[in-house]
């Protein structure tokens, strides 16, 4: 089964200095039918103004992940980090048992955008913990690149949670995904377009664009395909556990 949900029908936020869309409910935003997806707690697409963004709160038992798309975000938090992600970056904030940051535009005469999701930890009360990597457009392109997983290693953050996410920039070209036995697929498109189908499928299937997303269960293989597209289409893509 593949559900897809329209970027268009997802909630949304906006102030003087930030406009969010979020694809589970988040805040005052409640959508019974996207309350997180398996472990997958939240995934909101934030575009920040010049000189804006978010002072100093508190987390705890969560892990942060952001993905920086355009702009600069300058992240600072109360175990002493203080970074500069652009795009490429990919950080990740262990919350543990709890922790302060702060994620502000860099710029003063730029706007920002970027993705941020949560994913909730196999255990509570842990250390918290900053690490982030840089996954360049050669590294993810036409292959789904690992950029989080239990294990970790080099180039790979490591999740406390049996969640696996990969990035791809899929450039002209078809990618087989074959989801494991009993798992869930979450698909966010980050920009442009491709088509999405199993790989049984008569037909190309639907096309998604920047900001939609799919929800996948009990399929063998999903088809990805940009081939004919002008521009890549810039995916992410989460393997989560089938129920929680």
């Known amino acids: 089964m593949i559900r897809l949900r329209p970027a268009h029908t997802r909630g949304r936020f906006r102030n003087d200095w930030l406009d969010a869309r979020f694809s589970f409910s988040f805040g005052d935003y409640r959508d019974p039918a996207f309350d997180g997806y398996s472990d997958l707690l939240v995934f909101n697409d934030d575009r920040v ?22 702009g600069a975000v300058e992240h600072r938090d109360s175990l002493g980090n203080v970074a500069l992600m652009r795009p490429g970056d ?53 292959r789904l690149r690992a950029i989080a997983t239990p294990e970790g ?40 377009a491709l088509r999405i189908g199993t ?26 395909d940009s081939r004919g597209n002008a521009q890549p289409a810039d995916l992410l893509l989460f393997d989560l556990r089938g129920s929680t």
């Open 49 to 70: 103004a010049p000189g804006g963004g978010f002072a100093e709160h508190g987390h705890r038992d969560v892990e942060v992940m952001s993905y920086p798309v355009a």
């Open 199 to 224: 790989q049984a499928g008569a037909d190309a299937g639907p096309e998604l664009v920047a900001g939609d997303a799919a929800f996948i269960e009990d399929e063998v293989a999903v088809r990805l």
């Open 90 to 142: 990919v950080h990740l904030m262990r919350a543990g048992h709890g922790i302060r940051h702060s994620e502000m535009n860099a710029s003063r005469v730029d706007p920002e955008h970027h993705l941020q999701w949560w994913i909730r930890p196999a255990q509570r009360g842990l250390e918290p913990a900053y690490a982030r990597i840089h996954v360049g457009a050669d590294d993810k392109r036409n």
């Open 153 to 192: 290693g080099p180039g790979v953050l490591a999740l406390a949670q049996d969640t696996r996410v990969f990035a791809a920039l899929v450039d002209d070209a078809e990618l087989i995904y074959r989801p494991p036995a009993g798992r869930w697929t979450h698909l966010h498109v980050v920009a442009g």
